[in-house]
Nanobody, 122 residues
Framework: EVQLMESGGGSVQAGGSLQLSCTAS????????VSWFRQPPGKERKEVAM????????YISPAVEGRFTISQDNTRNIVYLQMNDVNAEDTAVYYC???????????????WGQGTQVTVSV
């Protein structure tokens, strides 16, 4: 079974940058999607960005478009979330998830990492 682990979280000043990594124990062949979600305290979990492992197509949430980018390592076992020009709205626990399709509904993803905290100081 696919196991995911996030890394790279921590504290960062507003306007700064941070790169999160999602490492997969394995990445099945064929169509597969890895997505980043975030959940601020007391809020629901929402999509941030997603990438199709097979064809490298990406989606960026309008909330972070122009500031965040998603990419994958050449091994296809690591997916990155590059966070630039962060602000207080970006403070949340960030999760990576994997599933068959790149959809925005968390319940459609069977594989999840444990989450990593990102805190933006202003």
């Amino acid at each position: 079974e696919v196991q995911l682990m996030e890394s790279g979280g921590g504290s960062v000043q507003a306007g700064g940058s941070l790169q999160l990594s999602c490492t997969a124990s394995e990445m099945p062949s064929g169509a597969f999607c890895v997505s980043w979600f975030r959940q601020p305290p007391g809020k629901e979990r929402k999509e941030v960005a997603m990438i199709s492992i097979r064809n490298n197509l990406t989606y960026i949430s309008p909330a972070v478009e122009g500031r965040f980018t998603i990419s994958q390592d050449n091994t296809r076992n690591i997916v990155y979330l590059q966070m630039n020009d962060v602000n207080a709205e970006d403070t949340a626990v960030y999760y990576c998830a994997a599933g068959i399709s790149c959809v925005r509904e968390p319940s459609r993803y069977p594989y999840w990492g444990q989450g990593t905290q990102v805190t933006v100081s202003v």
